[in-house]
């Protein structure tokens, strides 16, 4: 009964390489994020999508392109992999309709690019 | 757009003591919540407490409270009673309707001894 999950949860591979990562959320929230966190800890907003629309587009490379299938899901594609991606990678989601703004995490996806 | 500084990069409590972490964060909104997050060595991001702007009464969380000082947009998390269990990264974070997205501070290392 998790809340939010991810797949995978550690991603190991070559550079030029292309991966996904999977989200689903299973409480029901209508707003989906990726964050990604380097190795200092700092954490950052990549995208975002509200009802299968994309609202929140950081300044992220073009190899990395969301897609969300419906609500419940978020995968993130990583085409031509390079060192510089290998972080831990967060999806979360959020009710907009909330009074709290409370957003909920997955587990996160530690991928390591060689 | 919003920012969010921790000032504190590390912090060191005994067990059974109290320990204050700072954050302050700027933002031109009128409308925004505030979060402490913790991140344990699982890496999964846990929300602590949370404080909605237009309120003034401080949140508090069991053992965890906060100082929410408006007009000096700061906002402290205090741990009571500190436990062995709360060791961890602490993340202070702050959401705005607009943006619809959490900006994070840099995180807080904090360790409990014996």
């Known amino acids: 009964d998790t809340a939010v999950s991810q797949t995978p949860k550690y991603l190991v591979t070559q550079m030029g390489n292309d991966k996904s990562i999977k989200c689903e959320q299973n409480l029901g929230h209508d707003t989906m994020y990726w964050y990604k966190q380097d190795s200092k800890k700092f954490l950052k907003i990549m995208f975002s999508y509200n009802n299968k629309e994309l609202i929140i587009n950081e300044t992220v490379p073009n190899r990395f392109s969301p897609k969300s299938p419906d609500k419940a899901h978020l995968n993130l594609h990583i085409n031509s992999l390079e060192l510089g991606d290998s972080a831990v990678y967060f999806c979360?989601?959020?009710?907009?309709?909330?009074?709290?703004?409370?957003?909920?995490f997955g587990p996160g996806t530690r991928l390591t690019v060689l | 757009a919003q920012t969010v500084t921790q000032s504190q990069p590390e912090m060191s409590v005994q067990e059974a003591e109290t320990v204050t972490l700072s954050c302050t964060y700027d933002?031109?909104?009128?409308?925004?919540?505030l979060f402490w997050y913790k991140q344990p060595p699982s890496r999964q991001m846990i929300l602590v407490i949370r404080q909605e702007a237009y309120k003034q009464q401080n949140a508090t969380e069991n053992r965890f409270s906060v100082n929410f000082q408006k007009a000096a947009k700061s906002f402290s998390l205090k741990i009571s009673d500190s436990q062995l269990g709360d060791t961890a990264m602490y993340f202070c974070a702050a959401h705005t309707g607009t943006a619809s997205k959490l900006t994070f501070g840099t995180g807080t290392r904090l360790q409990v001894t014996l």
């Open positions: 933002t031109s909104e009128s409308n925004y919540y």
């Open positions: 979360a989601s959020r009710a907009t309709s909330g009074t709290h703004n409370e957003q909920f």
